[in-house]
Nanobody, 127 residues
Framework: QVQLVESGGGLVQAGGSLRLSCAAS????????MGWFRQAPGKEREFVGV????????YYADSVKGRFTISGDNAKNTMYLQMNSLKPEDTGVYYC????????????????????WGQGTQVTVSS
């Protein structure tokens, strides 16, 4: 079993930045792709981005391209989401997920079927 714990959420003004972290642990954690989703109140869960284990492949939703960057420290089993130029529409609960496949279709279709999820961290962007 893999455990994922997000941190780094908070309140920020529009145009500001935040960095989220997702720490992974557990005996099954090995060479998993890790990514992020978000969910705003009253809306469906939305794919944000995914990074392959090696970091050689990353995919992002169009809504965050050029503003958000996923990186990772495999030695620390931790993934990061650097969010710049934040907008009020970026507000939501951000969830970390992990899965053996980093394929775009696996992640960008709502994340259903992904193996592991964190509990989420709230990000609020004020206008």
């Amino acid at each position: 079993q893999v455990q994922l714990v997000e941190s780094g959420g908070g309140l920020v003004q529009a145009g500001g930045s935040l960095r989220l972290s997702c720490a992974a642990s557990g005996p099954s954690f090995s060479r998993l792709a890790m990514g992020w989703f978000r969910q705003a109140p009253g809306k469906e869960r939305e794919f944000v981005g995914v990074r392959s284990w090696s970091g050689g492949v990353t995919y992002y939703a169009d809504s965050v391209k050029g503003r958000f960057t996923i990186s990772g420290d495999n030695a620390k089993n931790t993934m990061y989401l650097q969010m710049n130029s934040l907008k009020p529409e970026d507000t939501g609960v951000y969830y970390c997920a992990a899965h053996p496949s980093w394929g775009y279709n696996t992640w960008a279709t709502g994340g259903y079927g992904l193996d592991y999820w964190g509990q989420g961290t709230q990000v609020t962007v004020s206008s």
